[in-house]
């Protein structure tokens, strides 16, 4: 947590002092202040002061604190913030914050041909006590030609394959840091031998692992043919990690309810969708109203992975909580239409097609953020999805709890799924299309996790 600058704490203090705050409480409200500076910079709440002050009070009352420390801690607040005209522009960001901070996703801006959509609740990462820029290869650099060439072609060819936005950012960290090495070599004068010399000094020089050296291989690949439109090479001769033979985690149904009794709605009901449906985390947190048909118990996946589209089967014991949470968006979504706000975040074209879906009901998101993202560009208020950052904390936390001797991400959820379905003597094809796997050799995987049943089970010699 970074210190009050002292600017602040001595105009905060007189404040208290003129306001006749008891010496006994001051202590307190100051500690108040330092909590919300703190959770300013991890949580981006909006920009309304009421809005931050409201989400704070939560924050509090989540963790426990009781209703005298939530009302000293509004009251805090509510002198630090008559103190903020007061305060210098640099001040605010010796503290690590603005004075107008609009909620959008931390980074650059993005090129308009891959523009992200922003996210209101992830704050940008800390990196050595510095806020670390996971859009930074966006960024303009010394070089306008990789910027343009590069940077800008790149963005522009993965926007008309609809690759997802964690392909651009990959694919253009990589060609960053392929700048970085040949030190801002014209684009012009790349050639095959450039890139045999980056991934030799990536495998030998970094000794980075497989699955990093295959992904920087694959992103020089498409940056040549599809953005320099130039001849790749073969690059038989350069060294190449072999990838191991990867076994997934599995958690049993106990373990699975364990990391559930310890998570809280509507993070749980994730968890659940994750396990039950056997879904991406990506493709749970983008459900939208109209993706649930409850009579017919069927939940439709449409932005699968590579834009697949798939049904699942509704789990039957958590009907009762998935309507509970329908019910939930529509008090939340009657709540911004009677507000104004514009709506939800639409993909692509829609909200030029149809230009007031994003205000109807089926097309809100089925795990809302609590907080709205604030859009510059066109000075409005739209509601995005829980992000994967808005999961990874409460799961964390939920799986040391739990006291569990397995590595636990939001994908072993889905490993569960297709594992415990091979034990039940399901068909790898069945499986295969529930998980909308393109090729049974992808799923054929989970056979690893199930022990092979014979007439006479096989043992270890330490059995005997």
């Given at each position: 947590?970074e210190?009050?600058s002292h600017?602040?704490?001595?105009?905060?203090?007189?404040?208290l002092?003129?306001?006749?705050?008891?010496?006994?409480?001051q202590?307190?409200?100051r500690k108040?202040l330092?909590?919300f500076l703190?959770y300013?910079?991890?949580y981006?709440?909006?920009?309304?002061?009421s809005e931050?002050v409201?989400?704070?009070?939560?924050?509090?009352r989540?963790?426990?604190?009781?209703?005298r420390?939530?009302h000293d801690?509004?009251?805090?607040?509510?002198?630090?913030?008559?103190?903020?005209p007061?305060i210098p522009?640099a001040?605010?960001?010796e503290?690590?914050?603005?004075m107008?901070?609009p909620?959008t996703e931390?980074g650059?801006?993005?090129?308009?041909a891959?523009?992200?959509?922003?996210s209101?609740s992830?704050?940008?990462?800390?990196?050595?006590?510095r806020r670390y820029?996971?859009w930074?290869?966006l960024e303009?650099?010394r070089?306008?030609?990789?910027?343009?060439?590069?940077?800008g072609?790149?963005?522009g060819e993965?926007k008309a394959?609809?690759?997802?936005?964690?392909?651009l950012k990959a694919?253009a960290?990589w060609s960053?840091k392929?700048?970085m090495?040949l030190k801002?070599?014209p684009?012009r004068?790349?050639?095959s031998e450039?890139?045999?010399?980056?991934l030799?000094?990536l495998?030998?020089?970094c000794?980075v692992?497989?699955s990093?050296q295959?992904?920087a291989?694959n992103s020089?690949?498409?940056?040549?043919?599809?953005v320099?439109?130039?001849?790749?090479?073969?690059h038989?001769?350069?060294?190449?990690a072999?990838?191991?033979?990867?076994?997934?985690?599995?958690?049993?149904r106990?373990?699975?309810?364990?990391v559930?009794?310890?998570?809280?709605?509507p993070?749980?009901l994730?968890?659940?969708?994750?396990y039950g449906?056997g879904l991406?985390?990506?493709?749970?947190?983008?459900?939208r109203v109209?993706?649930?048909n409850?009579?017919e118990?069927v939940?439709?996946v449409?932005?699968g992975?590579?834009?697949?589209?798939?049904t699942?089967p509704i789990?039957?014991?958590i009907v009762?909580?998935?309507?509970?949470q329908?019910e939930r968006i529509?008090?939340?979504?009657?709540?911004?239409?009677?507000?104004?706000?514009?709506?939800?975040?639409?993909?692509?074209?829609l909200?030029r097609k149809?230009?007031?879906a994003?205000?109807?009901f089926?097309?809100?998101w089925?795990?809302?953020?609590?907080t709205?993202t604030?859009i510059?560009?066109?000075?409005?208020q739209?509601?995005y999805?829980l992000?994967d950052k808005?999961?990874q904390?409460?799961l964390?936390?939920a799986v040391r709890k739990a006291?569990?001797?397995?590595?636990?991400s939001?994908h072993t959820f889905?490993?569960?799924?297709?594992?415990?379905l091979?034990?039940?003597?399901?068909?790898?094809?069945t499986?295969q299309?529930l998980l909308g796997h393109?090729d049974?050799r992808?799923?054929m995987?989970y056979?690893?996790?199930?022990p092979?049943k014979?007439?006479k089970e096989t043992?270890?010699p330490?059995?005997?």
């Open positions: 947590m210190p009050v600017d602040i704490l001595a105009q905060f203090n007189l404040i002092s003129q306001k006749k705050i008891p010496d006994g409480l202590e307190d409200y108040w330092r909590y703190d300013r910079i991890k981006s709440p909006p920009e309304q002061r931050q409201r989400l704070f009070v939560e924050k509090l989540s963790k426990g604190a009781s209703g420390s939530l801690a509004a009251h805090a607040l509510s002198l630090y913030f008559s103190l903020q007061k522009t001040v605010v960001h503290a690590g914050m603005r107008v901070r909620v931390p650059p801006p993005v090129p308009a891959a523009q992200p959509t922003p209101a992830a704050g940008p990462a800390k990196r050595g006590g820029n996971e930074w290869s303009k650099t070089s306008p030609e990789w910027d343009k060439i590069v940077i072609g790149l963005a993965i394959r609809h690759y997802a936005r964690k392909t694919y960290d960053r392929f700048q090495y801002d070599k684009p004068d790349l050639s450039d890139v045999k010399s980056y030799t000094y495998a030998v020089q000794k692992s497989a990093t295959n992904q291989f020089l690949l498409f940056l040549f043919r599809h320099l439109k130039r001849d790749f090479g073969e038989k001769d350069v060294p190449r072999k990838r191991s033979t990867y076994i997934p985690v599995v958690l049993t106990q373990e699975i309810d364990a559930l009794q310890h998570l809280r709605p993070f749980d994730v968890v659940k969708l994750l449906c991406r985390l990506f493709e749970c947190l983008k459900l109209q993706n649930f409850f009579d118990g939940l439709t449409v932005d992975k590579g834009k697949k589209a798939r699942v789990p039957q014991t009762h909580e998935l309507q509970a329908m529509k008090a939340l979504h009657d709540e911004d239409v009677r507000a104004g706000y514009a709506g939800v975040f639409l993909d692509d074209a909200e149809y230009p007031s994003s205000k109807d089926i097309w809100q089925f795990f809302p953020q609590r709205l604030f510059p560009e066109s000075k409005l739209r509601r999805h992000t808005d999961l904390e409460p964390y936390r006291k569990l001797t397995k590595r636990v939001s889905r490993h569960s799924f297709a594992t415990h091979l034990q039940a003597n399901y068909d790898i094809r499986i299309t393109s049974v992808t799923t995987i056979t690893h996790c199930v092979s014979t007439l043992k270890s330490l059995d005997f």
